[in-house]
């Protein structure tokens, strides 16, 4: 079956430009996260969905940083004026709820920002 | 300050034989703990999971353990086998999973034929 999809796999921008990653969930999937793993590191939190709301942005590391999920569905995570230290691999998850239920990843796209 | 530690970057471990890879974790409010894969390029997977009403959980040649009393878990491979080798992060949340996962920085494991 379809697992999650996410686009691009590969994105290489200059510093100062705006980007956006794009993340679709298993269908049926209510919860949505965000993720990133810089080198070396565990992966870091960013932002959850439940539905189209986002009950948690913690992790969201600046104000630069923006997310948005329509129809319950398709998320876009969004970076504007990259720096280099936004260079990461960006993981999507979708899984059933909240709730006892594992997440589900994507591939990542991994953003280089030069 | 992590909350959830996997204090062993790497292990090597001969096929065939058992892998033991450790978590330890420091939020008490813990209650749902997963274990994910990774290979290169490719997103994390799911492997097995355990409430906090339990104190093991047995999935084929994968079983993770619980000790609630150290904060800690493990995850056993019996028998190790080369396509085991991969990225192996430990996860955890608050509210029966009711929170974001936070994981650790995981354990490269490499099963040597």
Known sequence: GAGVSQSPSNKVTEKGKDVELRCDPISGHTALYWYRQSLGQGLEFLIYFQGNSAPDKSGLPSDRFSAERTGGSVSTLTIQRTQQEDSAVYLCASSRGTGPYPLHFGNGTRLTVT | ?113
């Open chain 2, 1 to 113: 300050d992590q909350q959830v530690k996997q204090n062993s970057p790497s292990l090597s471990v001969q096929e065939g034989r058992i892998s033991i890879l450790n978590c330890d974790y420091t939020n008490s409010m813990f209650d749902y703990f997963l274990w994910y894969k990774k290979y290169p390029a490719e997103g994390p997977t799911f492997l097995i999971s355990i409430s906090s009403i339990k104190d093991k959980n047995e999935d084929g040649r994968f079983t993770v353990f619980l000790n609630k009393s150290a904060k800690h878990l493990s995850l056993h491979i019996v028998p190790s086998q080369p396509g085991d080798s991969a990225v192996y992060f430990c996860a955890a949340s608050e509210g029966g999973g009711n929170t974001p996962l936070v994981f650790g920085k995981g354990t490269r494991l490499s099963v040597i034929a």
